[in-house]
């Protein structure tokens, strides 16, 4: 006996260390388990970062993953499709299905599957990966490769891998949105629909595919530094990181698509306190709300709801007057319209509805007519009238009737424009309605009022009649000559739906025009703080009352930019039309202008550059091809490219800008632009086309290429001209010269040699070789094949 109990002895002190190591090192043994309940045992990775097992949601357990350590403990994976369970379910590690998630019944809900041998033991390291091993340590599953809204340091996404987001913030089951890595190399941001998973069209697109499989994204990493790229077959990597944004140490970090459709890279401290919170480090897209496209889907908020960003750039849904939530505990979902519109009313349409006036409001997907031209007054009335009729946008002289479901609804400055929401009489305070019974015509009001006080005061004795009726008949004649006078005015200035100031609201914005930012051919601009529904930094552009063309000038600028809403165009805040003093007033762009970045002396990423060069491709595209009225900006170069706070390329200054309209292709008229970015065309008494802006792109583009003006001294001697020093190392097979030390680029030298090819294509002097401006963003992502360009100029050719 004394023998067998020092035996026993001598085995459980053999046994217990390496069962202690078992639990501190993360490793589970098979047939070890876990029980959901409020207070349930949880399995912890080595360091007690992460903690495996159930956790409360609301009433229910959710088997997940999460960082134990912080005071939120934020999930960063779950099970069975975000679906809770009862306490008393249980999760196992088995030998042939690995873990198995069971309810009290014992009835299986999830187990992690394929299991590609028998398990012998689980592993929780310290990357938050729970992993399942089999006899000799061969890896049979881990949730790494099973990802669902996150994304963590150490982790791969590879080709065909998906994360879906959450349906809401405290709703764990599948959302609407998805990160998905395709075949082609893409890596896209897409909803879908909910029920029959259908995918609708991407609004985020990383542009890594290539027609050659070699130049294709394979793999999303995410190094344990806290940066995440997308590798290519070829070696080549494209950041999705900012250099430099992230700490290095003492942080968490994750990368999660969020239930609102945005995918948001974080940072945490880990010595934290109740009051340390996920840091942003950034964020695709930039803006939810506007990004968010397509005839089908509701959008970042659901149908009939309005899209705004909050102060994190999230989106803050909520449903216009008139409507309200379909589901009150889902504050992104739809809306629903809190009366009934019956086109077999027999009475008039105006006794029974009413119209709303919203700003900055827009439903862009919902139309179903367009009327043009026509007046704010008169698109009011045709939506009034018309049954399907829900909302009616007003911009320039164009009325969009819209019908219910209302789409990607947003609330934004950029939208500029009107939305007249059409409501039930009754259904909204009177102080929400416009002109009061009668919003059509606000002025019926005014005259019912003035013939009521006339009426009482006719009671009055003969002689106070008669002096109130002198006073009146003087009152009306005023009014009549005042609006008459107006009328005259208004016929010579400026119509547009943008704010009008007075000079003197601008001149004590700018504080008496101290703080300038630019000069241009036709004035100054200031730096201005105005007052709107929020204070906001602007640009003031005074004009030069002396300039020749100068009232044209203005009024073909504001005209322009009335008309235009593009991600990549700067937008038109307001202007001042006041007897000699014109001034347009701009959004503020942070970053300055594009010339500042590329001829600085130390150059920006490739990934800007490239960045950069699309949006000014893409702002140039919706200028020549989806403005209602065709515009040739005649004048891009790197001055008129500002550059806003997440150095999105924003185009600016359309005072040289020529209209075309719909049916016409091409104008003539006197040489515009600045040197060196000027189309061969000004100077030959040809018509001028929207190739004469794809000229200056494409001298643009080179520069943005080479961080260098296109015109030099002559002491630069072969490189003075850039656009001929290009040809010259394209045309000798030294490419690598035009990089001059840019060792930064030659990562991408391939997509590099893209571009320049492109550019050489653009600058080519016959413009009927010149690509459209969408062929060209076609051509830079490439999503069609760049054949090598001819020589720009065959004169030159012929004379070398």
């Keep these: 006996m004394g023998y067998t109990s020092l035996y026993v002895l001598c085995m459980f002190l053999f046994v217990w260390p390496y069962s202690g190591l078992a639990q501190g090192n993360g490793t589970i043994s098979v047939s070890s388990f876990l029980t959901a309940a409020d207070q349930a045992t949880l399995w912890y990775s080595p360091s007690g970062d992460f903690a495996f097992g159930f956790r409360k949601v609301q009433d229910q357990f959710l088997l997940s993953i999460w960082y134990d350590k912080i005071p939120d403990k934020t999930i960063v994976w779950f099970v069975n499709d975000g679906t809770t369970v009862p306490a008393g379910s249980k999760v196992q590690l088995t030998t042939d299905r690995g873990l198995v998630l069971t309810d009290t019944q014992g009835k299986e809900l999830w187990r992690s599957e394929p299991l590609s041998g028998t398990a012998s033991r689980g592993v929780f390291n310290d990357t938050g990966n729970f992993m399942i091993f089999g006899s000799s340590w061969t890896k049979l599953w881990d949730s790494f490769s099973n990802p669902i809204d996150t994304l963590l340091p150490a982790q791969t996404m590879e080709v065909n891998g998906t994360l879906n987001s959450r349906l809401t913030e405290t709703n764990f089951t599948k959302g609407k949105f998805q990160l998905r890595l395709l075949e082609n190399g893409n890596l896209v941001l897409n909803s879908r629909d909910i029920l029959t998973d259908h995918v609708y069209g991407a609004y985020y697109r990383s542009q890594t595919n290539d027609i050659n499989p070699s130049n294709q994204g394979y793999q999303v990493k995410y190094s344990t530094a806290g ?6 077959r070829n070696g080549d990597i494209v950041n999705l ?4 944004a992230i700490p290095s140490t003492g942080y968490y970090h994750r990368a999660t698509l969020t239930f609102d459709g945005v995918l948001v890279q974080y940072y945490h401290p880990k010595d934290s306190t109740g009051t340390s919170k996920w840091i942003s480090v950034w964020q695709i897209p930039v803006n939810i709300c506007l990004d968010v496209r397509g005839d089908t889907g509701s959008g970042a908020c659901g149908f009939n709801s309005v899209c705004r960003l909050d102060e994190a750039r999230r989106a803050d849904c909520e449903c216009p007057e008139s409507y309200s939530l379909l589901d009150p505990n889902d504050t992104h979902g739809s809306c629903k319209p809190n009366f009934a519109q019956n086109c077999d009313d027999n009475g008039s349409s105006e006794k029974l509805y009413d119209l709303v006036e919203i700003t900055d409001t827009d439903w862009p997907f919902s139309d179903y007519e367009q009327l043009k031209p026509i007046s704010e007054i008169e698109c009011r009335r045709h939506c009034l009238n018309d049954c399907f009729c829900a909302v009616a946008i007003y911009r320039g002289d164009s009325c969009w009737k819209k019908k219910l479901p209302l789409s990607k609804g947003r609330k934004d400055r950029a939208v500029n424009g009107k939305a007249f929401l059409k409501f039930s009489k009754g259904d909204l305070p009177p102080e ?3 002109g009061g019974d009668n919003p059509i015509y606000p002025e019926k009001n005014d005259k019912r009022t003035l013939i009521v006080v006339f009426s009482v005061l006719l009671g009055s004795s003969v002689f106070v009649n008669f002096i109130l009726i002198a006073v009146v008949g003087f009152g009306f004649s005023y009014i009549y000559h005042k609006k008459k006078k107006n009328s005259q005015h208004a016929n010579d200035s400026v119509e547009t739906n943008v704010c009008r100031f007075t000079n003197k609201e601008l001149v004590e914005a700018t504080n008496g025009f101290k703080q300038q930012l630019g000069r241009g051919s036709f004035g100054i601009v200031y730096k201005g703080v105005i007052q709107m529904s929020s204070t906001v930094i602007v640009a003031v552009k005074k004009i030069d009352s002396l300039a020749q063309d100068g009232a044209r000038e203005f009024k073909t600028e504001v005209n322009v930019i009335a008309q235009t809403h593009h991600k990549n165009l700067v937008r038109l805040v307001g202007f001042c039309e006041e007897e000699q003093h014109r001034l347009l007033v701009y959004e503020y762009m942070v970053n300055g202008t594009l010339a500042s970045l590329i001829f600085s002396r130390e150059k920006p990423s490739w990934a800007l550059r490239n960045h950069i060069a699309l949006g000014i491709a893409g702002g140039l595209a919706y200028l020549h091809e989806e ?63 929207v190739k004469v802006d794809v000229y200056s792109f494409g001298v643009l583009l080179l520069e943005i290429i080479c961080c260098r003006r296109s015109v030099e001294n002559l ?18 097979g030294r490419m690598i010269e035009l990089l001059e030390n840019d060792e930064d680029i030659l990562s991408e030298w391939e997509k590099v040699e893209t571009f320049v090819i492109v550019g050489i294509w653009c600058i080519q002097e016959d413009p009927s070789l010149r690509p459209t401006m969408r062929k060209v963003i076609q051509m830079l992502e490439g999503v069609v094949h760049v054949p090598d360009p001819p020589c720009p100029s065959p004169f030159r050719s012929t004379s070398t």
């Design 715 to 732: 002491e630069f001697g072969e490189k003075a001209i850039l656009t001929d020093w290009v040809w010259d190392c394209f045309q000798d």
């Design 627 to 689: 403005c209602s009225t065709q515009i040739i900006h005649c004048d891009i170069k790197p001055q008129n490219i500002l550059l806003d706070e997440y150095y999105n390329a924003r185009i600016s200054d359309f005072g040289l800008a020529k209209l075309l309209m719909l049916n016409q292709s091409r104008t003539s008229t006197g040489i515009r632009g600045t040197k060196g970015y000027v189309a061969p065309e000004w100077f030959r008494n040809i018509p001028i086309t």
């Design 241 to 244: 990181t900012t250099n430099g």
């Design 432 to 434: 929400h309605r416009r």
């Design 227 to 232: 940066y995440m790229y997308i590798a290519k």
